[in-house]
């Protein structure tokens, strides 16, 4: 079962853009929430991080476990998948 990923970022972020081109080259489904946009996201993420705006976050859920990564790798996001998939 493919768990649910949440991408909180920025447009003009290059990190962000890697992480959800990666995820569209896959043909993985995911929700992206623009923290300009979204200022109570915006908050959540600076909190996970303890203080810093982090982009991108990643979440994702699956088989009832959260994961949350900050600006990770094309292969720790890969990696974080195949787990909460397992």
Avoid: C, F
Avoid at 19 to 40: F, G, P, S
Avoid at 50 to 66: A, D, F, L, Q, Y
């Amino acid at each position: 079962m493919q768990p649910e990923i949440t991408i909180y970022g920025v447009d003009r972020s290059p990190d962000t853009r890697r992480a959800r081109t990666h995820l569209d080259q896959r043909r993985i489904a995911y929700r992206y929430v623009n923290m300009e946009k979204d200022e109570q996201a915006e908050r959540k993420v600076i909190e996970w991080n303890r203080g810093e705006r982090v982009t991108p976050t990643v979440v994702i859920s699956g088989n009832g476990r959260t994961r949350r990564l900050a600006a990770p790798s094309d292969e720790e996001l890969d990696a974080a998948i195949s787990e909460q998939a397992a």
